[in-house]
């Protein structure tokens, strides 16, 4: 990880001299991830090509401005963050981010395509993400999913650590809740 770390400052020093290859390696690198935060932020599989298309591309359009190639990672996050709730407020109020239809991307836990869990976990898992509110899913999927710290997750939510813990803490206590009768079923 320390090596993709420092293969990442070089090719986004690269990039930002005008080096297209080694922005287009960057975008392969993080393409995935930023798909995945932003499917789980949207909840809908176009959404989140879309604007990880405009991500990568405000990306480089303003790599130049990143002063620490070490803090990419959020820096790019605030990107995708931004575009997402963009999106939210051009939307009409009846399909704004809290509305949107539970479970409507499927957007079970999946590593390299293959399911982790049952299906039938993975399926109450996504339906307890949907019964969040969208500040306390995105907290989750920043630092569950994506593995953020709580000072990356604080710039790049634009808020005080504090907040993040505290929307983090409540959304897995209630995950925790709505997710106990399953695990009391036997399927762990």
Request: hydrophobic letters at 45%; a neutral charge.
């Amino acid at each position: 990880m320390i090596f993709r770390a420092v293969e990442d400052a070089d090719l986004i020093q690269q990039a930002a001299r005008g080096n297209v290859e080694s922005f287009n390696l960057l975008v392969s690198r993080w393409e995935k991830r930023v798909y995945n935060y932003l499917l789980r932020i949207t909840r809908n599989r176009e959404d989140a090509l879309d604007l990880a298309q405009d991500v990568f591309l405000k990306a480089y359009q303003n790599l130049r401005k990143l002063d620490d190639a070490g803090r990419f990672a959020p820096w790019l996050y605030r990107i995708a963050h931004n575009e997402a709730y963009s999106l939210f407020r051009k939307r009409k109020p009846e399909t704004a981010v809290d509305n949107l239809e539970p479970g409507a991307t499927g957007a079970g836990i999946a590593v390299g395509g293959s399911s982790v869990f049952p299906i039938e976990l993975s399926l109450a898992v996504a339906g307890a993400l949907d019964r969040l509110s969208p500040d306390q899913r995105e907290a989750v999927v920043l630092k569950i999913y994506q593995g953020f710290k709580f000072e990356e997750m604080a710039e790049i939510l634009e808020c005080p650590v504090s907040t993040v813990k505290s929307r983090l803490y409540t959304a897995l206590d209630l995950l925790k809740a709505d997710l106990a009768p399953i695990s009391a079923r036997g399927v762990s």
